[in-house]
């Protein structure tokens, strides 16, 4: 029995630009997953402006929601159960940037630039995937 991967060869153009993309989103997650996971202080004071209790507000509870989430992403064979887990996160920052009024295109859609990312380098590197979800071409 043959796999679809097995059927349909991948571009390496794509291959590749799917690994550059993926590279951002990861260096990125890596940076906001340290930076609360040290409890800097403009994470406390970040979070504080967005309403979380005091309990919450180092971030550190996040930022180990954020690394599971990205270790799974990261993984080859769980990459798209992470992929939903992050878009599930970005989810939550966006709710928490409109509750509190920030401005849309900065730090509202941020998150939904990053969800973007997150499924645009997965989607490049999956042929499966791309076969599960294809573009359609107009006739």
């Not at 406390?44 to 309403?51: V, Y």
């Not at 929601?65 to 970005?90: D, F, H, K, N």
């Amino acid at each position: 029995m043959q796999t679809i991967a097995e059927t349909a060869p991948q571009p390496k153009a794509m291959l590749w630009a799917g690994r550059i993309v993926t590279g951002i989103v990861i260096a990125f997650m890596i940076f906001d997953v340290g930076i609360k996971l040290i409890e800097m202080d403009v994470v406390r004071e970040g979070m504080m402006r967005l309403g979380y209790p005091l309990r919450l507000a180092s971030g550190f509870e996040i930022g180990v929601i954020e690394a599971i989430c990205l270790i799974l992403y990261i993984i080859p064979r769980t990459s798209v159960l992470g992929a939903i887990l992050l878009t599930a996160v970005m989810g939550g920052a966006i709710a928490s940037h409109l509750r509190v009024g920030d401005p849309l295109p900065s730090h509202t859609l941020f998150g939904v630039y990053l969800g973007v990312l997150i499924w645009a380098g997965i989607y490049l590197r999956n042929p499966r995937l791309r076969d599960l979800i294809p573009v359609q071409t107009s006739n």
